[in-house]
């Protein structure tokens, strides 16, 4: 997604009015999504110290080492740039920069290492995780988001299209060749990476994150296969199961409740509920129909230039739905030893309700190669 220099000052704008309201004297962002969200700059997830400090002073500094200077697309209204050589102390160039502050929030995937380093040079900080800002910020998609987000979906349902006619073909091969030929066509349909695919065949659909290998699928089995990866900046995470031969019975109605409480999720996903009200409208369900002590894990997770971000759908989260959240709604039964079944879709919180991303098909379909 092209972004112009008017929405990075924008975002700027807001971050600094949040920290005000929280009486918040800096942020300081490094390695992850935080840095390119606020300045459009990312940093190598290498040792080497990068680092934006973002105080009351008009424009931030990025600091990073003078050898990844050439990378950086300055942006002299938001930033200026502090290169460090080799032989600088980075942690102390951070620390000089944060001068009269006290409370500094730290980016949530700031690495360990710099932070009890800048503890050790500023013992007189107050370190805050920066939920409150940077996280809240980067939970309410603008439509430009929203859109990269769309084109993620429709991008991950065709490869869940050719999965379900049955154009990838299941019996007979391993969970990870399935696994690799999933990411290949999320990369034909436009993906950048490949952030996951999980195929998890017969009992192994029990664990919700299995790990593909060498179990190869038979017939007449579950194949659940849940995938996602980056387009444009931004995710997809899409789960479609599908069943190698006649659905049985006792699957046919597993599926049904299944299917149900992932319409209850997505149904409670408009703007003004809460986040714990999606989670509790397919839990209930799945409750009734038997399956509760299955269904293992919350019903979804933020999503957006990280596979899984705030905010989370999941019992306590009494915060509200806004509009423009993106989110999973993927609730799933797992019977240990026998199998497992998941489905997932992306949506989006709107004023008027539930804006859903994924179109695939929801049903559990019947595959014959
Ligand atoms: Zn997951
Ligand atoms: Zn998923
Ligand atoms: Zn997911």
């Known amino acids: 997604m092209e972004l112009t220099d008017t929405k990075f000052g924008d975002r700027m704008a807001r971050a600094r009015l949040v920290m005000a309201e929280q009486d918040v004297d800096a942020i300081i962002l490094s390695v992850g999504a935080d840095l390119p969200y606020l300045c459009g700059y990312t940093a190598m997830a290498l040792e080497r110290l990068t680092m934006l400090v973002v105080t009351s002073d008009t424009v931030a500094r990025l600091v990073v080492p003078e050898l990844e200077a050439p990378r950086v697309t300055m942006r002299g209204e938001l930033f200026e740039l502090v290169t460090w050589a080799e032989t600088d102390d980075p942690i102390a160039i951070v620390a000089s920069l944060l001068g009269g502050c006290r409370r500094v929030c730290v980016g949530d995937t700031m690495w360990a290492r710099f932070v009890v380093e800048l503890i050790a040079a500023r013992p007189d900080l107050e ?7 940077m996280n809240e910020l980067r939970a309410v998609k603008d439509e430009a988001e929203i859109g990269a987000l ?5 991008a991950a349902d065709k490869v869940a299209a050719a999965l379900q006619s049955g154009k ?7 969970e990870a060749d399935v696994s690799a030929e999933l990411g290949r066509r999320l990369i034909e349909e436009g993906h950048d990476v490949v952030n996951f695919a999980i195929v998890a065949s017969g009992p192994n659909a029990a664990s919700p994150h299995h790990e593909p290998g060498g179990r190869l699928i038979g017939s007449d089995e579950i194949v659940l296969c849940d995938f996602g990866g980056t387009m444009d900046g931004y995710c997809s995470d899409i789960t479609r199961c599908v069943h190698t031969g006649p659905l049985p019975a006792e699957l046919v109605e597993l599926y049904a409740v299944l299917r149900e409480a992932q319409e209850a999720g997505v149904a409670a996903g408009g703007a003004g509920g809460t986040c714990q009200d999606v989670d509790r409208a397919s839990r209930s369900i799945i409750d009734a ?9 919350r019903t979804g997770h933020g999503i957006g230039m990280e596979a899984h971000e705030d905010p989370y759908m999941v019992e306590g989260n009494d915060e509200p739905l806004l509009a423009g959240h993106a989110f999973s709604v993927e609730p799933g039964i797992y019977v240990p030893g026998r199998w497992g079944a998941r489905l997932e879709d992306i949506v989006v919180a709107r004023a008027d309700g539930p804006d859903v991303l994924n179109q695939a098909d929801h049903a559990l379909i019947e595959v014959h190669s």
């Open 127 to 133: 370190l805050l995780r920066s939920t409150g800002v």
């Open 150 to 154: 769309r084109a993620a979906a429709h």
């Open 168 to 174: 990838i073909p299941l019996i007979g091969r391993a």
């Open 289 to 297: 129909g038997g399956y509760g002590e299955y269904f293992i894990h």
